[in-house]
Structure formats: structure tokens, C-alpha cells
């Protein structure tokens, strides 16, 4: 399955902040067929450092970052159903971001680019699914921040989602998840070549950015996944004991891993992007989560790992309690797996099992009514 | 109980790569007297970025940083106990580390520091001990680091150590820990200021330091603790929506925190001291952790908490399960802690309580032979 990432442009987008972007580029691909009643489409919300592609093999001969899990015969599965997805407003893969010239001054935004919302990307896809001429999803899914985006969709538009599946999710961040994110900010604005945000046509923040993928990657993992994969395992020393030599297979792979980001990833959809992260909260303007949730009449499938600490699984237990203090209809499993956080991205078989029945009895739901 | 930190020279000491250091200074502190028989000492050992000041108030007013296990009545009474504590090799608080001058040149070592082990640390230690004219100590004792230090004394030297407790450690690191450690390394590193390790007379890596020692405050605290002492509470914003204004407090007190480090932290000596610690594995050499550590003869405490993820119970219990199939009078106990890794640092009263009996109780199997 060869795929393709197509833009689509808006005229405009109002901002939770207030400020209107115009124009709004959203980049997105998509998989399988719409059927002839528009009532099998799925939404794809991708995570922090994600893109439209997620799945097939792209134009660079790469697969997309949840191709074992979309596909035919998958637990999205592309012979049932048509599945989009889409790059984040604020990034950098397509869809309008910091990076993107600003019409106003023909120069990239960098840090006059405005502050941006979980809200706002929600907004903007929605934009996208009118424009396919999607009155309502079947299902909106994705991990990490792709659920955080699933659960603003279902609060957000009810009556155009008839199910949702947070993975790896959250209401909100707690502040350990701040913490970590906020440590990633920082080593990018260290450097000296972040520029206040303005690098563009000029050096990239690379030494930052590289470091604070390091970390992500760290919360990403676990204890014993880093055990399996790594241990203390030492590559021959390429010098003397100088500290810039790569010794333990752990570092090398970590460092490997940041160079390699910085190819791919702007230091300033970074920042934009964690922020709206960490002031998603889902309660917010409400007097609890259940309150808020309650706005949501869609099915929920909520999936969590066990040995994810950086979402652990008592974040979708939160969710899961608001939704049933509220009467909703919500399926919880929590998967076991050495994988961390990266589990929503690897984990097929259990995972995929519970999405492809969970969308075969929202299907059969959709069309009783 | 006001303090003082003494300096020793000592000529010269071998290292375990090869190089003689020479001169090399000490840096201790002692609380208590020594008795006639000389056999009330105890070692305590720092952890990572400690010093000799580890109880009572020091000339600038601040109280040690294990103040509150080390005083007349403590964990570590110095009403029957004296208590000596130095800082490492390879450290910035007066012992000679990549900040000291270097007599060959007249000016700082920076890199051309050599590379310093946890056994150098201890090799050290032992000269000071000796110094002092203590044959046998009656325990030697630490946190994190310390602790390492602690086990490295009981293989090194079995005939000077009545006991060991070994707190919140581990008989080597894992790829986690490396990883953790990993990622401060590169931010210092990354830092232009950094200059390949010669920035003295000029300007600090600080930058790089603070969001390596931001990366280490996250990992010394735990999830709960971070929930209970930031949780979600905002700061009011000193600005628009820019990535420099301190929003949430978890991150204000980071970002504090990292730059508060700056001013006490030489950041050469984060690189050696890490690096020390990673390549650290008591079972080095041995055809088993505990082949290795059999060479212990002395009595052993080993204590962790609960909620410690950094170093976690089961390292403890390696170091325990070593000791026991060799037969060796180890006690063990998790305490309950919410704090995390800090937990050996603030949890006073059932860690005092465990190492002031065990203290009593081997000073009795001392009188008794």
C-alpha cells in the first residue's frame, strides 16, 4: 500500500488565544474506502512527534508510524474501513506550524507563531472531516497525545463521533509529565542556536532538540525494556576515557535516536506542541472530570499499558470513573507489556484485537440506529 | 553544632586507569569525638552532587545535607559515634577534582582530568581514614552513590569495616540509569560554553548544567510526590503565551532548582562523577555479584523505599540476595516513602531508627570480640 500526503488549505482558523491564523494548511492522508453512507470513517489522532502518515509506505519508501496496526486485515482495518489521519496544527509535516511562513511578513512565524491548543487541532481536523464531507466519525483513536485529541473530539463534537479509543492517555498531565516535557524545552532553548525561536534559513537548535528527544525517549521505555534492549552492554571505545566517546549501547542508541530527530522535527513545533500538551485539561471550566466528560455521548474503548509509567494506567482509570460516574458507555483494558509508553506503538495483538471488535460492534450500533 | 571542612594533602594517589594524581586533596568534616580504642568511627558517603558538610551548620549558616540523621540523639549520634565525612575524588567542594590546578601546568585540568572510579573514590578514603589513625571503622554508610561507596569499602577493605548500610543503592547501574545519566552528560556537553571541558576564567557551561541537574531533580522525586507538592498549580504568567514565562510551578521550581545548582556545581565534575557511577559494577571481574561480594566480611543494613524508581528496591535486594548465598549478616528493609529517591535524604524517623539499632548492635559484636 503505496500512500501519499495530501494538504488541504483553509481560508482561516480562530485560535483558543484569540488570534486568527490565515491561511490554515492541514496535511493528511488516508486509507481504504469511504462507503457510498460516509459512515465508516476513522480518525487517526497521531502522538507528540507524529504525522498524517501513518500507515502504508510512503513516497520516501517508509512506513507510516502505526502501520501494523492500520491496514487490511489490521486492527484498523482498511477493507472495512476509511481511516485519515492528519499532522497537528502547530507542527511541522505539513500542516501550518511554526516553521510556516507567516503571510503577514513572508517569513517563517517561529516564535511569533501563537499559542496553540489541543482544542485548536481538534478544531482544525474538524474543519478537515466537513471538508471530506464526514457528518460523523466512527471512530476517533490514537495514543498518547492522539488521545488526548480523541477525548476532545468526543467532548467537543458529540454528535460526529459515535466512538472513541484513548490509548496511553490522559485527562491532563500531571506534573511529572510536565517535568519531563519542560526539561526538553529548556536543553532547546539553551542553545544558543534556538535564537529566541528565529533559526530559520539559519543553524537548527540541534544540540537542544537532540537532547530533549533523548529524554522523551528515556519516559518512552521502561526499566526492563532498557534491560532487554540494552543491559549494561559497552561498544568498543572509540578514544580514551574522553566523556564524548560512546561507551554503554544505552548512550549510543540515545544519541543515535536525538541526531536523528533533528532531521525530521523542528525545535519549535517541540515547544508549541508539549505546551498545548501540558495545559490540556480536559476538566478545565468544569467542576470535575465527570462533569466535563459527561458532554460526550459517543462509546469509549480507553486502552492502557502496564508498564507505562510515563501514562500510567491509573490516568485512564480517571477517565474511565468519569465516564462510568456518568453513565457512559466505556469498555477498559489494560494490556500487559515490557514496552513503557512505546507499547501503543508496538503491542499489536492484543491492542488490535480489542480495536477491531470494539469498531465491529460500533459499526453494528451506527447502522441499528 | 557549627562545622568546618578541614583539607588534607596527600602526595600522590594511583588510580585505577593508570595515572598518579599528585598532590591530591582531601576534604572532610567530622562531628563527635573518637574514642580512646578508636573504634566509634564512621564513614559517611555522599551521593552525586553532596559534599563534606554533612551535619551541623557550616560558616555560611546552611545545616548539612544529612543534618538530619547525623547529631547528638540521630540515626548517626554523634553523642557515641564520630563521624567523618569527606567529599569524592573527582569532586568541586574542595577534594581535587577536573577544577583543580594542575601543578603541571598551572592551570585547571578540565579534561585532562583522568578518569576517576568508584574504587579511586575509595582508595582515597581509605588514605584519609588512615590519616586519621582509625584502623577499623565501625560502619561506613551512604545514600544513591554513597551507598556504592559503601559496598565498594566492604570488598576493598574487609579487615577496616565493621559494617556497611548501603541506602537506597545498587551494586551496579542499569541502561535507565545510565540513560538518565546519559542525558545530563549531553546537555552539559551541548552547551557551547562547555569548550571541550576548559571553560575556567571564562564563562560556565550553565545553561548545559542546569537542565542536566533539571533531569536529575525529576528522577529523584516520585509521581505522588511531584502530585502532591505541584500537582497542576500555575504560577501567574509574567508574560504572554511565550515558552519563557513560568507557567506551571513544577516547572518554576526546576528551572530554580537547576540554576541554584549552577552556583555550587562545577560542571567537568557532573561528567567524571556520573560517568564514575555508570561504569561502576561490583561484579566486575567476578563470575557473579555475589562471587564478587563475598569478599565482604563485615555486617550489612540495606535499605530502599518504595516509591524510589531511580533506584529501585530490587537493586537493594540483588545486593541482599548476593549477601545471603554467601552467608554473609545482612538485615534488610524497604521503608514506605512517598519521596521517591529523595526518601534517604528526608525520611528521618524509621531509617533512623533501623541504623541507629544496627549501629548499636554492631558496636556490642565489636566489644565483644
Tied chains: 1, 2.
Excluded at 519516559?219 to 526492563?224: E, L, N
Excluded at 552492554?233 to 543515535?256: A, H, I, M, T, W
Excluded at 467542576?287 to 490516568?315: G, K, N
Aim: negative net charge; hydrophobic residues 35%.
Amino acid at each position: 500500500m503505496t500512500t501519499e500526503t495530501k494538504i488541504v488549505r483553509f481560508d482561516s482558523l480562530k485560535l483558543d488565544c484569540g488570534v486568527t491564523l490565515a491561511p490554515v494548511d492541514v496535511a493528511y492522508e488516508s486509507y481504504g474506502e469511504l462507503n457510498q453512507d460516509r459512515s465508516n470513517a476513522i480518525l487517526i489522532e497521531h502522538a507528540f512527534s507524529g504525522d498524517a502518515h501513518a500507515a502504508g509506505i510512503g513516497p520516501d519508501g517508509k512506513p507510516g508510524w502505526w502501520d501494523n496496526m492500520i491496514g487490511p486485515g489490521k486492527g484498523f482495518d482498511t477493507d472495512k474501513y476509511f481511516v485519515i489521519c492528519s499532522n497537528v496544527l502547530s507542527g511541522c509535516r505539513g500542516t501550518t506550524g511554526p516553521s510556516s511562513i507567516n503571510p503577514a511578513t513572508g517569513c517563517p512565524y517561529g516564535s511569533s507563531f501563537p499559542a496553540v491548543t489541543i482544542g485548536d487541532m481538534v478544531r482544525l481536523q474538524n474543519k478537515l472531516i466537513n471538508h471530506l464531507g464526514i457528518k460523523r466519525l466512527l471512530s476517533v483513536s490514537g495514543g498518547s497525545m492522539g488521545g488526548m485529541q480523541a477525548l476532545e473530539w468526543a467532548v467537543a463534537y458529540p454528535d460526529q463521533v459515535a466512538s472513541a479509543i484513548p490509548i496511553a492517555s490522559t485527562a491532563r498531565h500531571s506534573a511529572m509529565q510536565i517535568a519531563f516535557h519542560e526539561v526538553g524545552r529548556q536543553a532547546i532553548m539553551a542553545d544558543p542556536d534556538w535564537n529566541t525561536g528565529n533559526y530559520y534559513g539559519s543553524r537548527m537548535p540541534a544540540r537542544g532538540l537532540s537532547v530533549a528527544r533523548m529524554v522523551g525517549h528515556i519516559t518512552y521505555m521502561s526499566d526492563d525494556s532498557m534491560r532487554e534492549k540494552f543491559g549494561r552492554r559497552q561498544r568498543e571505545k572509540n578514544g580514551g576515557p574522553g566523556f564524548d566517546s560512546v561507551d554503554f549501547e544505552v548512550e549510543s542508541y540515545l544519541r543515535y535516536r536525538g541526531s536523528q530527530f533533528v532531521d525530521r522535527f523542528d525545535a519549535n513545533s517541540y515547544l508549541y506542541i508539549t505546551k498545548a500538551m501540558d495545559y490540556y485539561d480536559l476538566s478545565a471550566g468544569y467542576p470535575s472530570l465527570a462533569a466535563s466528560i459527561e458532554r460526550a455521548t459517543c462509546r469509549f474503548l480507553v486502552l492502557s499499558f502496564t508498564s507505562d509509567w510515563l501514562y500510567p494506567s491509573y490516568q485512564s482509570l480517571e477517565i474511565v470513573n468519569a465516564l462510568r460516574g456518568r453513565n457512559r458507555d466505556v469498555a477498559y483494558c489494560e494490556l500487559t507489556s515490557n514496552y513503557g509508553h512505546d507499547a501503543f506503538l508496538v503491542e499489536v495483538g492484543e491492542q488490535a484485537e480489542m480495536v477491531g471488535g470494539f469498531l465491529a460492534r460500533t459499526l453494528k450500533e451506527v447502522a441499528r440506529r
